[in-house]
């Protein structure tokens, strides 16, 4: 893993760009072999000892609650989330989380992910989220839409989500929504909102 680590800082490539570089599929995971060949076009080369070594890092064994569940998703173990690639560098002391993985950074990224997976344009996304044309979107909707789309979030995550979007291009804000969540900061929380633009900034970056 350390190895990776270093090839990454080298390229100027965050965990989450190496992710997406290996999941060519865009399915939300990578395989063995998506992994293994990725990482031999980035250059890093690995002993068929090393590259099982870090498999079981990254890879935890799941618990099972049946043995037929082992033959039915035994393709699904042999798939790496973004979040156990995190854990399994983390674990390796690649890099420190100031907080856990679930902050916000690690949060939107995920969230970008999760659209992806489900082909869902930021367009789309904006319109699920304003479906009366407000050209704004408060927290509320947002939160009952992503939990309609089956995005994994709890509502927490999902409120630190909205919270970076509406900070993005919040200087392009309304004035007038500016000046009245400066004149009152107690409702500053309950009346932030964002824009398509803010969205569309915090979704492709």
């Not at 990776?4 to 063995?32: E, H, M, R, Y």
């Not at 979040?83 to 989380?97: H, P, R, S, T, Y």
């Not at 789309?149 to 409120?159: P, T, Y």
Request: charged share 25%.
């Amino acid at each position: 893993m350390l190895k990776v680590a270093a090839t990454l800082q080298a390229k100027k490539l965050s965990p989450f760009d190496f992710f997406c570089t290996l999941d060519v599929n865009a399915s939300g995971k990578i395989s063995k072999i998506e992994l293994k060949t990725g990482m031999q076009a980035l250059g890093i080369q690995l002993s068929s000892a090393e590259f099982a070594e870090m498999w079981k890092t990254v890879k935890k064994p799941a618990k099972k609650l049946k043995k037929k569940a082992k033959e039915d998703d035994s393709e699904e173990h042999e798939a790496l989330s973004y979040f156990e690639l995190l854990n399994g560098m983390n674990a390796a002391g690649c890099f420190k989380f100031h907080q856990s993985l679930d902050n916000t950074t690690n949060l939107v990224n995920k969230f970008r992910m999760q659209l992806k997976k489900r082909n869902v344009s930021v367009e789309k996304a904006y319109k699920l989220f304003d479906p009366s044309d407000n050209k704004f979107v408060f927290v509320h909707d947002f939160t009952h839409e992503c939990v309609m789309m089956g995005l994994e979030f709890s509502e927490e995550e999902l409120a630190k989500v909205f919270e970076f979007i509406c900070q993005v291009g919040a200087k392009g804000t309304d004035s007038t929504d500016m000046q009245a969540q400066q004149a009152n900061p107690a409702k500053q929380r309950a009346t932030t909102r964002f824009t398509f633009k803010q969205l569309h900034d915090a979704v492709l970056v």
